[in-house]
């Protein structure tokens, strides 16, 4: 595989255990044109305690995949400190990401994490998305709505738990003010049950807040304590 070499900022670092038992460290990484994560498979212990949040690093690595998603094998990081890495071309602008193309991140990411719930309803949400496309990209807690995603994807793993059908429903159509009669009639055909929930939740029926109150109280927390929930997700 080709090495290559770019300059990055990490969001955050993580050390985890392959099921071999070995460590290696997990990284989510942003330039200004993508977030990606990165992974460092050797050295940890040597790396491990040069790596902080928000660090700048140049980065050497190969073109890698995981669960269908492009990453960063990661061979060799190195801090970009003061002017240290000027004279090899870097720019503070490199790391920095605009909010748009931040927005679109986010976009493309719940889009595939609507692949990951395996239910044909699913697709007419995933239509719904693409053709409000404009209105999605226009709001401004993509990223919370993103987060929620991953937070019950990983309630699902810890449990071993469905996560219950309505939930992503409600996390991305809560608060969008969108017209969904196309999408209600889609879903009716081949789910009532989600269908007549849906009604309820559009209306905000106090039945529906009632009987989901965990969805309806999470994805609020989650707004009003992101920094929060994030480290739990971590731990």
């Given at each position: 595989?080709?090495?290559?070499?770019?300059?990055?900022?990490?969001?955050s670092?993580?050390?985890n255990?392959?099921?071999?038992?070995?460590?290696?460290?997990?990284?989510?990484?942003?330039?200004?044109?993508?977030?990606?994560?990165g992974?460092?498979?050797?050295?940890?212990?040597?790396?491990?305690?040069?790596?902080?949040?928000?660090?700048?690093?140049?980065?050497?690595?190969?073109?890698?995949?995981?669960?269908?998603?492009?990453?960063?094998?990661?061979?060799?990081?190195?801090?970009?400190?003061?002017?240290?890495?000027?004279?090899?071309?870097?720019?503070?602008?490199?790391?920095?990401?605009?909010?748009?193309?931040?927005?679109?991140?986010?976009?493309?990411?719940?889009?595939?994490?609507?692949?990951?719930?395996?239910?044909?309803?699913?697709?007419?949400?995933?239509?719904?998305?693409?053709?409000?496309?404009?209105?999605?990209?226009?709001s401004?807690?993509l990223?919370?709505?993103?987060?929620?995603?991953?937070?019950?994807?990983?309630?699902?793993?810890?449990?071993?738990?469905?996560?219950?059908?309505?939930?992503?429903?409600?996390v991305?159509?809560?608060?969008?003010?969108?017209?969904?009669?196309?999408?209600?009639?889609?879903?009716?055909?081949?789910?009532?049950?989600?269908?007549?929930?849906?009604?309820?939740?559009?209306?905000?029926?106090?039945?529906?807040?009632?009987?989901?109150?965990?969805?309806?109280?999470?994805?609020?927390?989650?707004?009003?304590?992101?920094?929060?929930?994030?480290m739990?997700?971590?731990?």
């Amino acid at each position: 595989m080709s090495i290559y070499k770019d300059y990055y900022k990490c969001l955050s670092v993580k050390e985890n255990t392959k099921k071999n038992g070995e460590n290696y460290l997990y990284l989510k990484l942003q330039n200004k044109d993508t977030i990606i994560d990165g992974y460092l498979w050797n050295n940890v212990e040597f790396y491990k305690s040069r790596l902080v949040d928000n660090g700048i690093y140049a980065v050497k690595f190969e073109l890698d995949s995981y669960n269908k998603l492009e990453v960063l094998n990661i061979k060799n990081i190195n801090l970009v400190l003061n002017s240290n890495y000027r004279k090899y071309g870097y720019r503070p602008s490199m790391v920095k990401m605009s909010l748009s193309k931040k927005n679109l991140y986010y976009y493309d990411q719940i889009l595939k994490f609507v692949d990951y719930f395996n239910d044909i309803t699913f697709d007419f949400l995933k239509v719904h998305i693409t053709t409000n496309k404009s209105k999605y990209l226009r709001s401004e807690n993509l990223e919370y709505r993103l987060f929620t995603l991953k937070y019950l994807k990983l309630i699902e793993q810890n449990s071993g738990i469905p996560v219950n059908i309505i939930y992503p429903f409600v996390v991305l159509l809560n608060g969008m003010k969108l017209d969904l009669d196309k999408l209600l009639l889609s879903i009716k055909d081949v789910n009532e049950l989600l269908y007549d929930e849906l009604c309820l939740f559009i209306r905000n029926n106090k039945a529906f807040i009632k009987k989901y109150k965990f969805i309806v109280h999470l994805i609020k927390d989650i707004q009003d304590n992101y920094i929060k929930f994030k480290m739990e997700s971590d731990n």
